[in-house]
């Protein structure tokens, strides 16, 4: 045991122990006793990074659009989070007369309760996870459209069409934007042979005989799509319809106020993190890494993945209703299939385990072929589709421009007529 | 495998449990003045006019039903993903049959223009 690099470990097991000693009566009480402490260090957890990521966040978009950015509250302004948090708790909640009490109030609670159960899963290094479940990846998805029925109860229970109509696209471009999501972690689920994330990650790693490349490698297109759809499945922009205040004032949320209005923030930021985080495990080796320990490792990626996302909302206009739904049917799902059955056949043409090729047949190749022929494979495929888009589009403008022009060609006769 | 399950059960239970204290905590502390302009509904400014329950665009039932589809063929595909491995080449080629069939679904869909937003 390095003390480094398992530090987390090493804490994890302290406390455990301590925990064990006390209750050393009933080993029941002692697991129950563990897990809440555990559960609850991951939620802190969660809800600290929402505070400091509100900071950062505000920081950096500022800093894109050549503004200063918060910078009152404590130095540079470091403060402004416990602010916020102070005016949040202090503000007067108003529930409208009409609303639906019960759906209207539990609806920021489910929200955040969702948010912070994805954290369960997510292994921060070798050991340290909340637990690893056999179906890691479909517990992810599955608790990530959570924030769905979270979202149609808050719009319903406000009785305000401002609110329903936002919940309403706000639901048709979440459960959209799952179906490429899923489609693209079965390649890794293909190759890994297993749903649970800490496989996963070990499959990335030099273990068992592994490459020890990230799949990022292996699927290009996959990693691209994957983390597309994943700002479209939190509701960041430019993907963020749901509270297009220039036309649905803000969406579903529109009624609320005070915490629970902060609630709703919260799991909205709280599900991005996990996004992050997801991304980082599937597609870039999780915690695996030379040199710097591995929960540093992890919190690199996730925060690289992070700027990234805000690097987007600094600089992209927010997408119409109509390019949203385009882009995910007509182009993620479509080509997501295709790169599906591409890499299904090259996976069962060519295997790496010599006992894999006796039976089943097929060329035999080093796990570094492997990833080669996948990686170009997929990034043909990106190419290729794009491109195919790329001469749509041209032929959309082209039409567009030229009924432009005629429409122009009209008003000029009928104004001198 | 139970114990795995059971932390789950927990994180919920927890999480419900601080978010529902911080919303008892805030709900003790913030002020109460509630009146009848206050507790409106906030649309415009004035009396909203008319029932919130709108109807809504066929659209949406349209995207519902062919997310159904592909959600459900998604899921069908996991345990398909998980043994890929063990499978034989037969089986392979069903299961790419089974894809391209449905792909061939969606563009029917598409042409029948059940994916146009206007």
């Known amino acids: 045991m390095d003390l480094i690099n398992d530090l987390l470990k090493i804490i994890g097991d302290f406390i455990a122990g301590i925990i064990n000693s006390i209750f050393g009566f009933s080993p029941f009480l002692a697991d129950l006793v563990t897990m809440g402490l555990a559960a609850v260090m991951l939620c802190t957890f969660a809800a600290l990074s929402f505070m400091g ?64 159960t ?71 689920v293909m190759i890994t042979g297993s749903l649970s994330l800490v496989d996963i990650i070990n499959q990335q790693t030099t273990l068992n005989g592994n490459p020890g490349i990230p799949f990022i490698v292996f699927f290009p297109f996959s990693a691209l799509v994957f983390l597309i759809s994943g700002i479209a499945e939190t509701g960041r922009s430019p993907f963020d319809l749901l509270e297009a205040e220039s036309e649905i004032v803000a969406g579903f949320h529109v009624e609320y106020s005070g915490m629970k209005f902060a609630l709703f923030f919260l799991g909205e930021y709280v599900n991005a993190l996990a996004v992050a985080f997801v991304f980082s495990t599937l597609f870039l080796g999780g915690y695996a890494g030379p040199v710097l320990p591995p929960y540093i490792w992890l ?13 987007l909302r600094g600089t992209l206009p927010r997408v119409r209703v109509d390019q949203m739904h385009n882009l995910n049917w007509k182009f993620f799902v479509p080509v997501s299939i295709v790169h599906l059955v591409v890499v299904m056949a090259l996976m069962k043409l060519f295997v790496t385990s010599p006992a894999l090729a006796q039976a089943n047949g097929g060329v035999l190749v080093t796990p570094g072929a492997q990833a080669a022929i996948l990686f170009v494979a997929s990034l043909l495929i990106l190419i290729g589709s794009l491109a195919v888009v790329a001469r749509r589009a041209r032929i959309l403008r082209l039409q567009e421009a030229a009924v432009l022009e005629q429409r122009r060609a009209e008003n000029i006769a009928a104004v001198s007529a | 495998m139970r114990t795995d399950f059971a932390f789950v059960g927990v994180m919920l239970v927890t999480a419900a449990l601080l978010m529902g204290v ?56 996991f345990p398909i993903a998980v043994a890929f491995n063990s499978l034989t080449f037969f089986a392979v080629a069903n299961v790419i049959l089974f894809i391209v069939v449905l792909l061939i679904a969606l563009l029917y869909a598409w042409r029948k223009g059940a994916l146009d937003w206007e």
């Open chain 1, 53 to 116: 990521l509100t900071y950062v966040e505000r920081k950096v978009v500022a800093r894109i659009q050549d503004r200063v950015g918060p910078n009152q509250a404590g130095p540079f302004g470091l403060l402004q989070p416990i602010a916020d948090g102070i005016k949040m708790f202090t503000k007067e909640d108003t529930t409208p007369a009409t609303a639906d009490r019960w759906v209207y109030n539990l609806a920021p609670l489910v929200i955040a309760v969702f948010a912070l």
């Open chain 1, 118 to 188: 994805t954290y369960a899963v997510l292994p921060f290094a070798p050991g340290v996870v909340g637990t690893n479940l056999n179906v890691g990846v479909f517990y992810i998805i599955a608790m990530g459209s959570g924030s769905i029925v979270a979202i149609i109860m808050a719009g319903w229970g406000s009785n305000n069409k401002y609110a329903l109509l936002g919940a309403f696209r706000t639901v048709a471009q979440l459960v959209g934007y799952e179906v490429p999501m899923l489609l693209n972690v079965l390649p890794v």
């Open chain 1, 299 to 311: 919190m690199l990626k996730a925060a690289v993945v992070f700027f990234i996302f805000m690097w």
């Open chain 2, 22 to 77: 911080t919303l008892i905590a805030a709900s003790l502390l913030r002020p109460k003045k509630p009146s009848k302009a206050k507790l409106e509904t906030y649309e415009c400014g004035m009396q909203t006019v008319g029932d919130t329950w709108v109807q809504f665009r066929v659209q949406y039932y349209v995207i519902a039903l062919v997310f159904v589809l592909f959600d459900i063929e998604a899921i069908l595909l």
